[in-house]
């Protein structure tokens, strides 16, 4: 089976991809390409695990006129490259995991006639996923209530990939990053990206954290790590870092995390069992974090906290809520029974299935 993989932008689009080709390669005879962007994280991220990798210059279309007028030359161009690729690599399909970048892809394995199929992680599709479910031939999503924003019928519930690849990635003991095996582990992360907004009003909380039986782990994502680092003032039980490579890893030793509701989020929640408070983008397209984070709070797997509402006197209080004895108890339970995503052998099922058909 030879598979084009394309994603692009935030790791949960990257990441939940990264899973389905380690999933297409643990079988022999296998071969994948990855497509993304030339300036954007997976540029970095997947060359540096000796992926096969192509870039190419791509940007989102935004209310700028003239750089839209540039970004349309620059799909085109694309698209063109694309095309190239296909001939070159003759994929039996091509698999798209969000970000503008899957467009030209799975557009140009349309024309040359490739089987096609893309992953929507959140409830609510984006753009670039409504548009593309107009022609692929199959459509793949993280929430069974997403079904009903396709008009296909081709439309299969797999969960997010990134769940099984958290689930099965190796535990970090918090003693290791220098916690207290006795007291409650807080990690405090806004996404791959980190976000200043969130950043600077965490900042009074933090300063003014002093539970001597809880730790906090403050990951501000790397552009707000040096001036944070140097001006926030905080107590011992504090630390701060740019980023953390296995975030999921040390997620099985936290008590409590603080995140963003992205895809990527909630899927490791569901994997790592941790109790969360969300709190989602209003930034992203049709304010799709939000109703993730519904979805987790209907369930009673998490709280919300709208990031209108974020201060420190409301954040302490769903802190409490979280550690009092019968809701822990509650919401823990709610996640050790949460249907565990079986994503990866789905996906990798029903690309074969796909191809079979011809």
């Given at each position: 089976m030879k598979v084009i993989i394309t994603a692009g932008g935030t790791g949960g689009h990257i990441y939940?991809?990264?899973?389905?080709?380690?999933?297409?390669?643990?079988?022999?005879?296998?071969?994948c390409l990855y497509i993304g962007t030339t300036n954007r994280m997976e540029s970095e991220i997947v060359p540096?695990?000796?992926?096969?990798?192509?870039?190419?210059?791509?940007?989102?279309?935004?209310?700028?006129?003239?750089?839209?007028?540039?970004n349309i030359g620059c799909i085109i161009k694309s698209y063109k490259k694309c095309l190239k690729i296909m001939d070159e690599f003759k994929p039996d399909v091509v698999l798209g995991f969000g970000g503008y970048v899957s467009f030209p892809v799975l557009y140009a394995a349309k024309k040359r006639k490739i089987k096609t199929a893309f992953h929507e992680q959140n409830y609510i599709p984006g753009k670039t996923?409504?548009?593309?479910?107009?022609?692929?031939?199959?459509?793949?999503?993280?929430?069974?209530?997403?079904?009903?924003?396709?008009?296909?019928?081709?439309?299969?519930?797999?969960?997010?990939?990134?769940?099984?690849?958290?689930?099965?990635?190796?535990?970090?003991?918090?003693?290791?990053?220098?916690?207290?095996?006795?007291?409650k582990l807080i990690i405090i992360?806004?996404?791959?990206?980190?976000?200043?907004?969130?950043?600077?009003?965490?900042?009074?909380?933090?300063?003014?954290?002093?539970?001597?039986?809880?730790e906090i782990l403050?990951?501000?994502?790397?552009?707000?790590?040096?001036?944070?680092?140097?001006?926030?003032?905080?107590?011992?039980?504090?630390?701060?870092v740019p980023y953390l490579e296995n975030l999921p890893g040390l997620m099985k030793s936290a008590d409590l995390i603080i995140s963003r509701a992205g895809a990527g989020s909630i899927s490791e929640i569901k994997?790592?069992?941790?109790?969360?408070?969300?709190?989602?983008?209003?930034?992203?397209?049709?304010?799709?974090?939000?109703?993730?984070?519904?979805?987790?709070?209907?369930?009673n797997l998490s709280l919300i906290l709208?990031?209108?509402?974020?201060?420190?006197?409301?954040?302490?209080?769903?802190?409490?809520?979280?550690?009092?004895?019968?809701?822990n108890k509650n919401i823990k339970e709610n996640l050790n029974n949460c249907e565990s995503s079986n994503a990866l052998e789905i996906i990798s099922k029903e690309l074969k299935d796909l191809i079979k058909r011809g």
């Amino acid at each position: 089976m030879k598979v084009i993989i394309t994603a692009g932008g935030t790791g949960g689009h990257i990441y939940p991809a990264l899973g389905v080709y380690e999933k297409i390669m643990s079988e022999k005879g296998n071969e994948c390409l990855y497509i993304g962007t030339t300036n954007r994280m997976e540029s970095e991220i997947v060359p540096k695990m000796n992926i096969p990798y192509e870039g190419v210059e791509i940007y989102g279309l935004g209310k700028n006129i003239f750089k839209n007028i540039k970004n349309i030359g620059c799909i085109i161009k694309s698209y063109k490259k694309c095309l190239k690729i296909m001939d070159e690599f003759k994929p039996d399909v091509v698999l798209g995991f969000g970000g503008y970048v899957s467009f030209p892809v799975l557009y140009a394995a349309k024309k040359r006639k490739i089987k096609t199929a893309f992953h929507e992680q959140n409830y609510i599709p984006g753009k670039t996923n409504k548009i593309l479910s107009k022609f692929v031939n199959k459509i793949f999503i993280s929430f069974d209530d997403s079904k009903k924003y396709f008009s296909k019928k081709d439309v299969v519930y797999t969960g997010n990939p990134s769940e099984e690849r958290a689930r099965n990635i190796e535990k970090i003991n918090k003693t290791s990053l220098g916690f207290d095996l006795n007291k409650k582990l807080i990690i405090i992360v806004m996404g791959s990206l980190g976000s200043s907004v969130i950043n600077e009003k965490l900042c009074d909380f933090l300063r003014n954290f002093n539970d001597s039986n809880k730790e906090i782990l403050f990951i501000t994502g790397k552009s707000s790590y040096k001036d944070l680092s140097n001006n926030l003032v905080v107590g011992d039980n504090i630390k701060i870092v740019p980023y953390l490579e296995n975030l999921p890893g040390l997620m099985k030793s936290a008590d409590l995390i603080i995140s963003r509701a992205g895809a990527g989020s909630i899927s490791e929640i569901k994997a790592t069992k941790v109790p969360a408070i969300l709190i989602p983008s209003p930034y992203v397209a049709n304010n799709h974090q939000y109703y993730n984070a519904l979805d987790m709070q209907n369930k009673n797997l998490s709280l919300i906290l709208e990031e209108k509402d974020l201060s420190k006197e409301n954040l302490n209080k769903l802190i409490d809520k979280i550690f009092d004895e019968n809701f822990n108890k509650n919401i823990k339970e709610n996640l050790n029974n949460c249907e565990s995503s079986n994503a990866l052998e789905i996906i990798s099922k029903e690309l074969k299935d796909l191809i079979k058909r011809g």
